[in-house]
């Protein structure tokens, strides 16, 4: 890294969004090169300075090697979607969000990797690792669903489907998921007293 060889990071170079062109810390311009850079099938501008301003610059040690003419930098084509997420990011309405989302979203992530023994995506692309989220969503659905309305109700639930007999077990579920969620609170809650006044 930059930083640990005593040298500027790209942070402190400065994108000027109406010259198209970077500042360095010594106040002088980074222009933007005609033929951009095609790697990975990743397009990125190239930014460089003058040679013979980067050679005479003061500050030469702390941004370029003894070898490197000039200072360059890399920017991808698709830079100020990200600079822009960033600072929307930093507003309170989007901690916010975020806040509500760990407290919604992130259980059932922390439940799929610990469970499921998942923690990172096995394919590449867009369409393959959509195929491959779907399999998961489903398996911990499925499993949220047994938990929910257990092995014996979820037989008869399949029964009633394949029979087109659905109407008939909607009221035995319902029953069953209103008794859990009214009995596991106060049960919880009676353990917690019980505990607090052993």
Not at 34 to 63: H, R, W
Not at 131 to 140: H, P
Not at 165 to 186: G, M, T
Request: aromatic residues 12%.
């Amino acid at each position: 890294m930059q930083q640990d060889k005593g040298k500027f990071t790209r942070d402190e170079f400065f994108y000027d969004k109406k010259q198209d062109c970077y500042i360095c810390p010594n106040k002088q311009q980074l222009t933007k090169r005609p033929k951009p850079q095609l790697k990975n099938d990743k397009v990125n501008f190239i930014y460089a300075g003058a040679s013979t301003i980067c050679k005479a610059c003061p500050l030469k040690d702390e941004c370029i090697s003894t070898k490197t003419k000039y200072k360059q930098l890399y920017r991808w084509e698709y830079e100020d979607i990200i600079e822009r997420h960033i600072e929307k990011m930093k507003t309170q309405e989007s901690k916010e969000i975020v806040k509500k989302r760990g407290s919604i979203v992130e259980h059932p992530f922390g439940t799929i990797k610990r469970n499921l023994g998942w923690d990172h995506f096995l394919v590449r692309g867009i369409e393959k690792v959509s195929g491959e989220n779907t399999l998961i969503m489903f398996s911990y659905n499925f499993k949220r669903l047994l938990n929910l309305i257990g092995i014996v109700l979820f037989k008869k639930l399949i029964v009633a489907l394949k029979d087109g007999n659905i109407e008939n077990i909607k009221e035995e579920i319902a029953k069953y998921i209103a008794i859990s969620l009214f009995i596991r609170p106060h049960f919880f809650r009676y353990i917690f007293i019980s505990r607090k006044y052993i």
